[in-house]
């Protein structure tokens, strides 16, 4: 409890219902309540009601009482409840907080709509206790996966910058929504997920995924090589630069008169390289964005790299590729199958994604049980 939340109800009053100690202080008297331990303790962190001053603090990374200590040590899910005034839930500040909040990972349980302690009638109530109780049934069984329980994934997302001078360098416009969103989804079935990204903001990662951040093509590759023998899964979401400066001036490169010319050289195909040592346990995702011959291009790479499925999208498709918070993709797989899906969000992209995999995974496992029955001669 915060102290605020002593003016409502007494503490006692809540040990008394729940038969347990409520913690109030990070210290009390002549002991220390380990914040840590409770947040690493916890399989999900639920924070209701969830004030617009603790919103705040939340989104800020501000800790002066135990809740926020709590939060900003939890490993778990957090699922925050919102409650207060018709206004003050309406005001940007609180409706940016709450977005930073979902950057992060968090979870938000949605305000009710009914009669506020003003007096006015609107959206701001805390979400009935029996409705969060709900969501929280439905959030862990959607998230109960055997296929993925026991899977290590490697993927890797976002846009490589590749060194020009000190100031300057070569890059896209990826922003890894897409990877992010991929990655987050294995997380959330259960699988332990090792995500290599480039320079981007991974603010609020979720549990059970290991952030390896990169710069570079080359830190890319040598951050898969390292991890890729190790896993079961690869997804190659990441726009690496094909080339990087042959030379790197170690000073600014001052602006002089006429043209600069600036010689490139190929980065080592990462998504090929992987293809090369894949094992037959292994299954390998590939990513291609397309502006013309989509379908054959992306075909080409297929079996080029050694995947066994790629993920299609085309900038021509409204809504589709860098920058937007939704994808319209189509699926092509080692067996000829090809499956167009409608433009979704990127996190229902990544569930499509996800999906795919696991089709990919009970189809390796129906193949290695029909050879172990197969009668030995």
Not at 16 to 27: A, E, G, Y
Not at 100 to 129: C, F, H, W
Not at 286 to 305: C, I, P, S, Y
Request: overall charge neutral; proline content about 5%.
């Amino acid at each position: 409890m915060t102290n605020d939340a002593k003016h409502f109800i007494t503490p006692l009053t809540l040990a008394t219902l729940s038969k347990n100690p409520v913690l109030s202080d990070v210290s009390n008297g002549e002991s220390w309540n380990n914040h840590v331990e409770l947040g690493l303790w916890a399989d999900a962190l639920i924070i209701a009601p969830a004030t617009a001053n603790t919103l705040a603090k939340m989104a800020q990374g501000i800790c002066d009482n135990i809740l926020l200590a709590v939060y900003l040590s939890a490993k778990c899910p957090v699922f925050f409840a919102p409650a207060m005034d018709l206004d003050m839930w309406k005001h940007p500040a609180t409706q940016t907080n709450i977005q930073t909040l979902l950057s992060y990972g968090n979870q938000l349980i949605p305000v009710g709509d009914g009669e506020l302690a003003s007096g006015l009638v609107g959206k701001g109530r805390m979400a009935e206790p029996e409705d969060i109780v709900s969501l929280l049934s439905d959030f862990f069984k959607q998230n109960e996966s055997p296929e993925l329980l026991d899977k290590k994934v490697l993927i890797t997302s976002g846009p490589t910058h590749e060194p020009i001078d000190p100031v300057r360098f070569i890059g896209n416009r990826s922003t890894g929504k897409m990877g992010k969103a991929v990655a987050e989804e294995f997380a959330k079935r259960g699988a332990h997920v090792i995500f290599v990204s480039g320079p981007t903001p991974n603010k609020g990662i979720g549990p059970n995924i290991k952030c390896v951040p990169v710069r570079t093509a080359e830190e890319m590759h040598q951050a898969c090589l390292t991890h890729y023998p190790t896993v079961d899964i690869a997804v190659l979401a990441a726009a690496v630069a094909d080339y990087t400066p042959k030379e790197v001036a170690t000073e600014k490169i001052k602006k002089k008169e006429g043209d600069l010319f600036i010689e490139l050289k190929r980065t080592t195909d990462i998504a090929k390289a992987l293809g090369a040592q894949k094992q037959s346990h292994q299954i390998n995702v590939g990513f291609a964005l397309e502006t013309q011959n989509a379908v054959d291009n992306a075909k080409g790479k297929l079996h080029k790299k050694n995947f066994d499925c790629i993920v299609l999208n085309s900038l021509k498709d409204k809504g589709a590729g860098f920058g937007h918070d939704t994808n319209k993709i189509t699926i092509l797989d080692h067996l000829g199958t090809i499956q167009a899906f409608e433009l979704k969000s990127k996190q229902q992209v990544a569930v499509d994604i996800v999906n795919k995999v696991v089709e990919l995974l009970q189809l390796q496992e129906a193949i290695a049980n029909t050879s172990k029955q197969e009668p030995k001669n």
